[in-house]
């Protein structure tokens, strides 16, 4: 059974949480600080959290922050603020997924299963490994190197990774992307143009000239195998 951590100082929402997931079958705890939720992951090891933006003690980005500092935990975040640069600045910090307030909590249920089922999913038998100078990722055991050294990826930051990566040369565009990786077939595009910034950051020598996840104008972004001379434009 998947162990869920809500973290919500509204009780009202964190209760109407807790119940719909625990009739979904999952383990949940719940605590209504940022500092709290610090420990009860330290102490329990969650398969997820979801974790309000406003806390008291410390915010829910610095909570993310900090999770994804120590293990790769998924994280959806949950936001009272409808404002692009909200959701974005979450995006930015780790978080796997979002929700707006007020959101069903069907709808929430439903996100909380596809990023775990994306969290444990694993390639089929030969899927092998994919190099691209400096970056070597092993699609069946769902890591990346970079160097030699680890790197640290969100569940979402792997899966457009590993997709961009097993379509070389092939440009698509943000709502191809969100719904061939995220599985949305509506949402906002700008979660993917957040995604690929962090992944450049990650595997990318310059990232302000990325060379190997380069912005097609018009388009979209591909995965360029062979770098190309003088590199590409960010976007």
Same mark, same amino acid.
């Given at each position: ?49 979801? *974790? ?17 500092? +120590?293990? =790769? ?17 979450? *995006?930015?910090? $780790? ?14 249920? *439903?996100?909380? #299963?596809?990023?775990? #089922?994306?969290?444990?999913?694993? @390639? &089929?038998? $030969? ?22 050294? =680890?790197? @640290? ?11 961009? *990566? #097993?379509? &070389? ?27 690929? +910034? ?8 310059? =990232? ?28």
């Amino acid at each position: 059974m998947p162990r869920v951590l809500v973290v919500d100082d509204d009780a009202t929402v964190s209760e109407v949480v807790d119940r719909y997931l625990r009739n979904a079958g999952f383990d949940v705890d719940r605590v209504a600080d940022g500092p709290a939720a610090l420990r009860a992951d330290e102490a329990a090891h969650y398969d997820l959290v979801v *974790l309000d933006l406003m806390l008291p003690g410390l915010d829910g980005l610095e909570v993310c922050r900090r999770l994804r500092r +120590r293990r =790769p935990v998924p994280v959806i975040m949950l936001t009272a603020r409808g404002e692009e640069a909200d959701r974005v600045a979450g *995006l930015e910090y $780790g978080a796997d997924d979002y929700v707006t307030k007020p959101f069903s909590p069907r709808e929430l249920t *439903l996100r909380v #299963r596809s990023v775990l #089922r994306r969290a444990h999913t694993t @390639a &089929p038998a $030969g899927a092998g490994t994919v190099t691209a100078g400096a970056l070597t990722i092993d699609l069946g055991a769902r890591s990346a190197v970079r160097h030699g050294a =680890p790197l @640290a990826l969100t569940v979402r930051e792997f899966d457009l990774l590993a997709y961009l *990566l #097993r379509h &070389p040369g092939r440009a698509f565009t943000r709502a191809e992307l969100l719904e061939r990786v995220w599985g949305w077939t509506y949402g906002d595009q700008s979660t993917v143009t957040v995604h690929i +910034r962090r992944l450049r950051e990650k595997i990318e020598d310059d =990232p302000k000239t990325p060379r190997l996840l380069t912005t097609v104008w018009g388009v979209g972004y591909r995965y360029d195998p062979v770098p190309a001379p003088g590199g590409a434009a960010a976007g």
